[in-house]
């Protein structure tokens, strides 16, 4: 037969008395049932193949080979694939060789019958990585009552393989051979295929010298129910395949010693295995070693000389009287020993997980002792390779047992705990974080266990010490009264060994950590989106090392920094090295001159006192996303606290003055010794940084001086500086105060917008704010100051006014000070000799007081201004300062700046400048002059002043005037105009200041009062209308008052209703008035009643 062929479902063909088919190419496909009987035969010969697409036989339905019928090949790669709901049967002294019997999930493939030649029996199914599993079946030619009984079948499972060095996982789909019966002569091996280089974990893909039994992607033949391999029969697993035993195993012993068993994959006893080990069982080399693992199941070797050593163990053992070896878990191991009368018990672990304690892989492939088993009196447990106690297992060792190591290549990890009454086991070939020693009145109890662990136990006042180096990877906490000790034998000299590792997790310090000398280190974990390790510190830390006690001067990117203060002193009876919280910092402080404070730490509230007779600093060095914030810092003593390139948020007390910082950073705030010893009085200092490279630092963040008097004896540059009501600032002699332009501050003007100095924005914009007392001996030069309080400038003082300063207090030069100003906006007094290139003094203002220059010009020039009738100010200025800038400087509220017209006479006839006029730019020149100083609040958020472009903005501006050219000027302005809702109801007509309104008119109101009134439309009856105006009731006649400080309006007039008998059709319009439609509804409405009524008069006629 060469071609396709199918036997359709329902159809049976039988071959019988010599009928044969020949398969030699082509798709035969039995839908139905074909039957081989004896003297026939189905042969599949030519090419072998796997298209089962086009070129394969497939089995959906039955093919039977029974009574001797045969089912064989020309060759010993021919496949038959048995699908879901298809089998396979050989039965009856039928035989099948040479024939490979594919199997899909839900194929069954039934062997009851005889080979001549050997078959093989494989799993099969799609994917893209296939892991699957094959059995061969060597010839089997034993009697008719003795024939091989097995049955075969496929299941499957996915598994999301690792590999090497390489990001997510695999998809394997995995093809799981099942096989139960009897095997009466010949062979079987089992076969998978090995993929090698996928691993079942994330763990087992980085092990580097041992694994754990199941680590490996391997193909998998499951025994579920009963395997015999009879004495006439081999067995073998070959290397690469695993064999999940759920069921039972029993392979008897060959007949003769020149058969020989192999097993060289991994056998999982889940279920129970019998091994009659009288004959060989062969190992070329270590290499060739299997596994039996045993997994809650157990393994029965008879004569287990004949295969010590050919296969590795995993699991516990032990050896009865009758020279039987059980390998079961270690509790049932014990059990059954003792009840057997043996004293000795093995721990079988894999190859190198103990690798002389130093295996890299955490001991993998170890025995897991996962639950609590003691080790009764006059019991002997011996390790061989690797154990570990589990977390949450308790191994006890009775006083009158033991617990012993094979050779140095064994040893035990302790996850969980060793409670040993023995206290002779080999501490050096044990793995453990913590031992306690406990004694009673009759013994000594050393339990072996985890940090983990004993912190959970801990007890106040207790004190665990560490054994060795300890890896913390998981969130641990130190509880208050506790003390952990790191071990201090360790040599942290050498590489990757401090005393504690701090991998990927938090471990927080309640109580006290005595690192002992020893290095910590804070490491990143190579899985995803791990963090680094850090130690939160909310007490202290004691001894620490060099390498981790950082000098604040070089903070290196390669220590292992903590967030906490750092400081060498005393804490209790202990001195040495310390990193701390605040409070045992402050505690400490008296035995300590530097105090340095890193990172992100929340103070309290603290005090810090100075050594007797010595000086201290506080340090406060943090990043940039990092702050230390205190409650009240209290410096008692010479103590200076320095935010060196750190941030700064609370407030500090000294000298009876206390200031607030919010996120300063280089600052140097000093509590300094005044006087005598006898008569010594402190007083509160404050300076800037001054760098070895760029000169003086600004001090970045707020800063307010709260209460007292504070000094200033250097030099201190900020940004943002306040002096609070009943607070002073004393500027001495060798002092300078430099104050720039609050970064913090946002410009809402926008282009069209005037004026531009009003209270609000210079306030936010200034660099100091006075609503207290400054006195000025030395230097004061601020770009914008804004001052509520007062400023006394005496001796040979000076103020400095870069570009604006408003004064609501007092600004008073003593003789032989000054204040200078660009523009100075007056609305309080000043008094003594001002350089100023433009005062500008308010209605209210004292400038009676003040002796005005004004730089590049031999006389002050002045000019009073009104607006709409009122006085606004007065400015004095230099030759050369156009008046149309005062516009810039006046708030006056509800009127249209770009409206402006400036005249020179009370009446307001002469006019000298419209804004309004063609061609008049000066308007915009003065918006140009806003957008000027926009750049420099700018610059200010990004730490650069430069107010060039607004005095050049500034400069460019040409009226038509100057100061001093007009004793008084006369400026008039149009009402600003607010857009508003205004809603008129049917029937009402509304009228605005006496005039008609109606949607032609438009929604604005001007700023000012208005008289809003309403009349009712004839056929209305208005009796219930109201006005309301912004919610509010409003009579029919009253006045509403548009502010200007509105953004909308809301007006409306409604209620009418129609007067009683009235007929009102309305189209939607305007009230008051009809519309065509109105009128043609009427017309029509008369036409009706002109016909109806001639209808009725024929009617009556008639």
Not at 387 to 405: K, P, R, Y
Not at 1040 to 1067: C, H, K, R, W, Y
Request: glycine share 12%; aromatic share 8%; net charge negative.
């Amino acid at each position: 037969m060469n071609g396709n062929f199918m036997v359709d479902e329902g159809v049976t063909i039988t071959l019988q008395n010599g009928g044969k088919i020949t398969v030699t190419g082509g798709l035969v496909t039995i839908n139905g049932e074909v039957e081989v009987n004896k003297g026939s035969s189905f042969a599949i010969n030519g090419e072998s193949t796997t298209d089962i697409e086009s070129n394969a036989v497939v089995v959906n339905g039955k093919l039977t080979a029974t009574n001797s019928g045969i089912i064989t090949s020309d060759a010993s790669d021919r496949q038959i694939f048995i699908n879901n709901g298809g089998t396979l049967e050989v039965k009856k002294n039928a035989s099948i060789s040479n024939i490979d019997a594919n199997i899909a999930v839900g194929g069954t493939f039934k062997f009851n019958g005889l080979s001549d030649s050997g078959f093989t029996v494989s799993s099969y199914g799609t994917g893209t990585v296939v892991s699957d599993a094959s059995i061969e079946i060597s010839n089997t030619t034993a009697g008719t009552k003795d024939v091989s009984n097995l049955t075969f079948t496929t299941t499957t499972s996915n598994i999301n393989a690792y590999q090497k060095d390489a990001d997510g996982t695999t998809l394997i789909k995995q093809y799981m051979l099942n096989i139960d019966g009897t095997v009466a002569d010949g062979s079987i091996t089992l076969n998978g295929n090995d993929l090698s280089g996928y691993y079942t974990s994330e763990d087992a893909a980085k092990a580097t010298v041992s694994h754990m039994y199941n680590d490996f992607v391997q193909g998998t033949v499951v025994i579920g129910g009963k395997l015999t391999v009879e004495d006439t029969a081999k067995f073998n697993v070959t290397s690469g395949t695993y064999v999940l035993l759920n069921g039972e195993l029993n392979i008897k012993s060959p007949e003769t010693a020149t058969e020989v068993n192999t097993i060289q994959g991994t056998i999982e006893v889940v279920g129970k295995m019998t091994l009659d080990a009288n004959a060989v069982v062969s190992q070329n080399n270590n290499n060739d070693r299997g596994i039996l693992a045993v997994n809650g199941g157990s393994v029965n070797i008879d004569n287990n000389s004949a295969v010590d050593g050919k296969f590795a163990v995993y699991g516990a053992f032990w050896e009865d009287d009758n020279g039987i070896t059980h390998i079961t878990d270690l509790q049932t191991a014990i059990t059954d020993s003792v009840a057997g009368g043996v004293t000795d018990v093995y721990i079988c672990g894999l190859a190198n997980s103990w690798y002389t304690g130093q295996n890299p892989d955490d001991g993998r492939g170890s025995y897991v002792i996962s639950s609590d088993v003691t080790i009764p009196d006059d019991t002997d447990v011996t390790v061989l390779c690797g154990a570990i106690v589990a977390e949450g297992a308790t191994v006890t060792v009775s006083a009158d047992a033991s617990l012993e190591f094979e050779g140095t290549w064994s040893g035990m990890y302790v996850l969980g705990k060793l409670v040993d009454h023995d206290t002779n086991i080999n501490e050096d070939q044990m793995k453990y974080e913590v031992k306690k020693t406990t004694d009673t009145d009759t013994e000594t109890i050393y339990t072996y266990t985890t940090l983990k662990i004993a912190l959970s136990e801990a007890q106040s006042g207790e004190t665990i010490n560490l054994n060795g180096t300890v890896t913390i990877d998981e969130n641990l906490t130190i509880p208050e009264g506790v003390t952990v000790v790191a071990d201090g034998t360790v040599d942290d000299t050498a590489a990757d060994t401090p005393g504690i590792i701090v991998e990927s997790a938090t471990f927080t310090v309640n109580g006290v950590l005595n690192m002992s000398g020893t290095q910590f280190q804070l490491t990143k974990s190579d899985k995803a989106g791990a963090e680094n390790g850090n130690i939160v510190v909310n007490n202290y830390i004691s001894n620490v090392n060099d390498a981790n006690f950082i000098n604040w001067n070089d903070w290196s990117t390669d220590s292992d920094i903590l967030d906490g203060a750092y400081f060498n002193g005393t804490v209790g009876e202990v001195e040495g090295n310390f990193i701390s919280s605040a409070s045992v910092a402050a505690d400490a402080s008296s035995t300590t001159t530097t105090i340095v404070f890193y990172g992100k730490v929340n103070m309290g509230d603290v005090t810090f006192t100075a050594p007797e007779g010595l000086d201290q600093t506080v340090y406060i060095y943090n990043n940039s996303d990092d702050s230390a914030v205190a409650g009240t810092i209290t410096l008692s003593g010479k103590v200076t606290v320095n935010t060196y390139n750190g941030d700064l948020t609370g407030s500090i007390t000294a000298g009876g003055a206390t200031i607030s910082l919010d996120a300063n950073k280089d600052a140097t705030i000093s509590n300094v010794a005044i006087g005598t010893d006898e008569e010594t009085t402190y007083q509160m200092q404050i300076a800037s940084m001054n760098r070895t490279s760029g000169g003086v630092a600004t001090s970045d963040g707020a800063i307010t001086i709260v209460s007292g008097t504070v000094y200033i004896t250097a030099t201190y540059n900020t940004d943002n500086m306040t002096v609070a009501e009943g607070a002073e600032l004393v500027i001495r002699d060798e002092g300078s105060l430099i104050a720039g332009t609050n970064p913090g501050y946002r410009f809402n003007t926008t282009s069209g917008n005037m004026p531009l100095f009003t209270d609000s924005v210079v306030s936010g914009l200034a660099g100091l704010k006075v609503n207290g007392t400054v006195t000025v001996n030395g230097d004061l030069t601020a770009d914008v100051a804004y001052i509520n309080g007062t400023v006394n400038i005496t001796g040979t003082g000076t103020f400095v006014n870069k570009v604006v300063t408003m004064v609501n207090g007092t600004v008073a030069s003593q003789e032989g000070a000054s204040a200078s100003y660009v523009v100075g906006l007056i609305n309080g007094t000043i008094s003594g000799d001002v350089n100023a290139e433009a005062i500008v003094a308010y209605p209210g203002s004292d400038v009676s007081g003040v002796k005005i220059v004004a730089p590049g010009s031999t006389t002050i020039n002045s000019t009073k201004f009104f607006v709409n009738g009122n006085e606004v100010a007065t400015v004095y200025a230099k030759d050369g300062v156009y008046g149309e800038l005062i516009l810039l400087m006046t708030e006056v509220n509800g009127v249209r700046y770009d409206t402006a017209k400036f005249y020179v006479d009370e009446g307001m006839t002469d006019c000298i400048n419209d804004f309004k006029s063609e061609g008049n730019t000066i308007y915009n020149e003065l918006i140009g002059v806003i957008d000027g100083f926009k750049g420099i609040i700018y610059d200010a958020q990004n730490d650069t002043y430069d107010f060039s472009d607004f005095k050049e903005k500034l400069a460019a501006v040409k009226g038509n005037f100057e100061i001093g050219d007009y004793e008084n000027i006369y400026i008039g302005m149009e009402p600003a105009l607010v857009t508003g809702v205004i809603s008129v109801g049917t029937g009402l007509n509304l009228y605005i200041d006496s005039l008609a309104w109606d949607p032609n008119v438009g929604y604005q109101l001007g700023v000012g009062t208005h008289v809003i009134s309403f009349d009712v439309t004839t056929g209305y009856d208005g009796t219930n209308a109201t006005i309301t105006f912004n919610g509010q009731t409003v009579k029919n006649g009253g006045t509403i008052e548009i502010t200007s400080d509105m953004t909308t309006f809301t007006l409306m007039v409604s209620g009418a209703v129609p007067s009683s008998g009235q007929v009102v059709i309305e189209n939607g319009g305007d009230s008051g008035s009809l519309g065509l439609t109105d009128y043609l509804l009427i017309v029509l409405v008369i036409l009706i009643v002109i016909m109806a009524i001639i209808v009725a008069t024929r009617l009556m006629r008639s």
